[in-house]
């Protein structure tokens, strides 16, 4: 097992690199400072104990480095007084609902891999949303639509976060019937919120009004769905003009159990972001001249949340 005492990080991934064959499920440990021992010190500090000289680091660094290389950190264990062994297992990168090919109106169903995903259970993306929903005011709303609203966790948050909940009209559309089924159980008892089994390309032909919050998490960019075309029909035709959006952008991807930070993009075997700002940044720019004032938050989802900038939505 290697022992990593003033190795540069460059160094030790070079060795992990080298050392291990990283199959499918394969452990791989290694021997390092116990990042305990030292409090208020930056990653890449050198320190002594005795006779050697180490370079912290905290567990912080140990878990960004088991995600670049697409593992899942593991607990570690206390080895002597001084340090302990960092542990990492290797993902079956075939493991993902991203390569699943099913029917498009049932890729997020209920019987789907993604089915197995709680966002409101990753603290980052709940913290995240959780301000956006605090940004918009949500529980001075009177309308609003949720596209891709998948199994309505997204709702559920809500009704936890909003006292206010049973006030409000809710509106979520997904074409996905598995998954609405799931979301009318969950709010059988909730006569405030109405869920449609739809396809958005065809929202017209629904006549929902206006809303006064929009929100579309992971959504828009599907491929079914012409991106800037979709996004100006919801905004001129669904948006009252001193509403509020939140759209949410994935930044990552779902891989045998873990979310691993970086778009995903169509010709790339690795993470690439430039959709995910081309896109943000048109949304952006769009709603700004229609003044809105437009902010982009979060992590392993980028968040747009926009909120008019009307004299009348100022002074609620
Ligand atoms: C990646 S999932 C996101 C679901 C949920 N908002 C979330 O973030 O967990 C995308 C959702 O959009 C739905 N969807 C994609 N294209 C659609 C369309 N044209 N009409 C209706 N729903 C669509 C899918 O069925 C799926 O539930």
């Not at 869920?195 to 919050?213: K, P, T």
């Amino acid at each position: 097992m290697n022992k990593f005492t003033n190795h540069s990080m460059h160094e030790i991934i070079g060795i992990l690199k080298k050392d291990y064959d990283l199959a499918n499920k394969e452990i791989i440990e290694f021997e390092v400072i116990n990042p305990d021992l030292f409090s208020s010190k930056y990653n890449g500090e050198l320190v002594c104990l005795g006779d050697t000289e180490y370079i912290y680091r905290s567990y912080k660094s140990w878990v960004d480095l088991s995600q670049k290389m697409y593992c899942k950190i593991l607990t570690p264990t206390i080895f002597s007084e001084e340090t302990v062994i960092i542990r990492f297992e290797k993902l079956n990168l075939e493991d993902s609902f991203h390569k699943i090919k099913l029917e498009k109106e049932e890729k997020y169903g209920t019987n789907s891999t993604f089915s197995l995903i709680n966002k409101n259970e990753e603290p980052e993306i709940l913290l995240t949303y959780l301000e956006a929903l605090k940004n918009v005011k949500i529980q001075t709303k009177t309308r609003v639509l949720n596209l891709g609203i998948n199994s309505a966790d997204e709702f559920e948050l809500i009704q936890k976060y909003c006292k206010n909940f049973s006030d409000i009209e809710f509106v979520g559309i997904d074409y996905c019937e598995s998954a609405i089924k799931l979301a009318k159980e969950k709010f059988k008892e909730s006569e405030n919120v109405s869920l449609y089994s739809y396809d958005i390309n065809n929202l017209q032909e629904l006549d929902l009004g206006e809303f006064d919050l929009i929100i579309s998490i992971g959504t828009l960019q599907s491929s079914n769905l012409d991106f800037n075309k979709i996004f100006m029909n919801i905004v001129q035709n669904y948006l009252k003009k001193d509403g509020s959006m939140i759209l949410g952008f994935p930044n990552s991807r779902w891989i045998d159990g873990e979310i691993i930070y970086g778009a995903k993009a169509p010709n790339y075997s690795f993470s690439e972001m430039s959709i995910l700002f081309k896109d943000a940044y048109f949304c952006k720019k769009y709603l700004q001249q229609k003044k809105f004032r437009v902010t982009l938050t979060g992590k392993y989802y980028v968040f747009l949340t926009a909120t008019s900038i009307r004299k009348d939505s100022l002074s609620q």
